[in-house]
């Protein structure tokens, strides 16, 4: 056998004399193969969630193994009849939700609820005359965290 199979050299010094002072020749070299190429794996399936059964009892829809629900916890709204909740005038936001809400209903086609003049050309124009003449016939809902509520007609907070 050479000597050069008998001492195999450490990897990277291929092409440099070893220490017993010959050459490693190419037949002596441990060429590698090329590695097989591996077949791209297929995904994984989701796995599939458990849904629970559902049955269908008389039209309403029920989980099963779920209490019915019962009747709420929370008291019916109150209506406070006497004094007044908030301030004794409408306040800006009131005012403005009560301008926007008429004006979209006389551009949706609504008859105007006073004489229309030249100057009134527009809806919002139109809506702002309505509502400091106490001509719109709508109401505030003024709402207390306690649930409490009172409707208060618009003329009365002007």
């Given at each position: ?15 440099k ?13 441990k ?7 591996k ?8 796995p ?5 059964k ?5 039209g ?9 629900p019962?009747?709420?916890?929370r ?10 909740i ?14 926007g ?6 551009s ?13 050309a527009?809806?919002?124009?139109i809506?702002?005359a ?9 109401s505030?809902?003024?709402t207390?965290?306690?649930?409490e ?7 009365d907070l002007?």
């Amino acid at each position: 056998m050479p000597e050069a199979m008998k001492h195999p050299t450490p990897r990277g010094s291929e092409g440099k004399a070893s220490s017993a002072g010959a050459s490693v020749s190419a037949v002596a070299r441990k060429e590698k193969a090329p590695r097989p190429t591996k077949a791209p794996r297929a995904p994984k399936p989701t796995p599939v969630k458990k849904v629970p059964k559902v049955k269908v009892v008389k039209g309403v829809l029920a989980t099963a193994g779920q209490p019915k629900p019962g009747p709420s916890k929370r008291k019916a709204p109150v209506e406070v009849v006497s004094g007044l909740i908030g301030p004794d005038h409408l306040t800006r936001f009131e005012r403005a939700r009560i301008q926007g809400a008429r004006a979209l209903q006389l551009s949706f086609g609504a008859p105007p609820l006073i004489e229309v003049s030249p100057e009134l050309a527009d809806a919002m124009s139109i809506a702002r005359a309505e509502l400091e003449t106490k001509a719109i016939p709508i109401s505030i809902r003024r709402t207390l965290p306690s649930g409490e509520f009172q409707n208060i007609p618009v003329a009365d907070l002007l």
